[in-house]
């Protein structure tokens, strides 16, 4: 019987490598890629077709037909307030509007190469040397696309390396173009930093931690007092399938693995976790982002991260001061370089709906947000592979009332939680 031989470059070839590239990053392998929903179907929707639902903390544009380096805009869902109708008041003509704020981000194309080698010193097929290939991409861009969200939400890149972190340090030339849009320090109201049994608003007290400013689960009580003050919130996550959303609110906190850890020592460790299994119990199937690491404590699901965003002692990182909350200057600041040996800084997230936009273009090559080019070399002995995505990111800020009637620049939907942790 012949053997069918998909030829170097056929059409066929660069739609399903394309394609199996594309799915194996959307379906990921981390948190943060749970972090998506279902593109919204309903008609009322219809103004922002193609973007996931909007009570996610990542909203996705897919439909996207554009080419490298084009400015996409992303709509986001403002929440409807003001007085209600009363009685038997004319309420014709009186409707408040749906209202939607908007923001651009730019996406630019992404690409890797891979040289899977000779046929003869690997003594493979063709076919062989493509799935070697594959497999290797199918496990760099999910860590791209997860790395690339993790620094865009925590407004820095942090100093933790490691042969699987793709994304260069904030140093690196080329660490601006590789994010594709700005990277934003955390808003003055959106940022916090353990101090002792408190939390401090701000980065400035970065400068003044210690060792024993560590996350709790009482930290966590705070934040909650918190969101349940501000007069401009995080909206609530919204779970598919989660028949308690409307009863009991939730937002979810991407912890490092070392919060995560001292979060364990706490005596109420037994409480924190069946927390999670109750809440677990109210969706329909379930939902994998309670099938990890998770605990619960205050409508706070909280779930252990990959990788960290950490500070050394004496490194600096960007910071708005309370000085600056107005305009979003950002400055510099140095971590207590007298913080105690064998510690570190590392940044949680709390996350709310409309945290991180994410848009999608179309490769050239496959029409999909994802493409596959290989090239055969050295008398067709040797074979490259490129995958590559058309993609860009942003943190969503959008001025609010900050309660006084001023507008102030705001995180919409990611709060940066500092804390110590022992190394």
Request: glycine share 10%; charged share 20%; aromatic share 6%.
């Amino acid at each position: 019987m012949a053997e069918t031989i998909v030829a170097s470059g056929s059409s066929i070839a660069v739609k399903h490598y394309s394609a199996a590239l594309l799915a194996n990053t959307l379906k990921g392998a981390s948190a943060i890629e749970n972090l998506v929903g279902p593109v919204e179907p309903t008609a009322a929707m219809e103004k922002i077709a193609g973007q996931t639902q909007p009570g996610m903390p990542l909203v996705r544009i897919d439909n996207l037909a554009k080419s490298a380096g084009d400015i996409v805009s992303l709509d986001l869902v403002d929440t409807i307030g003001g007085e209600p109708l009363m009685g038997d008041v004319d309420r014709e003509g009186k409707g408040s509007a749906l209202s939607f704020s908007s923001m651009d981000i730019r996406i630019d194309l992404a690409s890797k190469v891979i040289d899977a080698g000779g046929s003869m010193s690997q003594q493979r097929t063709k076919h062989n040397l493509r799935e070697i290939a594959l497999a290797q991409l199918s496990g760099y861009f999910p860590r791209l696309d997860t790395q690339e969200s993790l620094v865009h939400l925590a407004g820095a890149r942090g100093s933790q390396s490691g042969t699987d972190w793709t994304i260069p340090l904030q140093s690196s030339p080329k660490f601006a173009e590789i994010m594709v849009n700005p990277v934003k320090a955390p808003t003055y109201n959106r940022h916090f930093v353990v101090n002792g049994a408190q939390l401090t608003a701000g980065g400035q007290q970065l400068g003044a931690i210690v060792s024993t400013d560590m996350l709790k689960l009482s930290h966590l009580d705070l934040l909650r007092r918190r969101l349940d003050d501000m007069d401009q919130p995080l909206q609530a996550v919204r779970l598919a399938g989660d028949r308690a959303a409307q009863t009991s609110k939730m937002w979810i906190f991407l912890a490092t693995p070392n919060q995560y850890s001292v979060l364990l020592t706490e005596g109420s460790l037994r409480a924190f976790q069946q927390n999670a299994v109750n809440r677990a119990a109210y969706f329909d199937t379930r939902h994998p982002l309670f099938a990890g690491e998770v605990g619960m404590w205050n409508g706070i699901l909280v779930i252990k991260n990959e990788r960290a965003i950490r500070f050394l002692p004496n490194e600096t990182t960007r910071i708005v001061t309370a000085a600056n909350a107005a305009t979003a200057t950002e400055t510099n600041q140095i971590v207590n370089a007298g913080l105690a040996g064998g510690y570190a800084v590392e940044r949680g997230l709390l996350l709310g709906a409309q945290a991180l936009g994410v848009a999608y273009g179309r490769t050239r090559i496959s029409g999909l947000q994802f493409g596959w080019k290989e090239h055969w070399y050295n008398f067709e002995s040797n074979l490259e592979v490129m995958g590559e995505k058309v993609c860009g990111k942003a943190k969503v800020r959008l001025s609010v009332d900050d309660g006084t009637g001023a507008k102030v620049p705001t995180d919409f939907g990611v709060i940066a939680v500092d804390s110590t942790v022992p190394l």
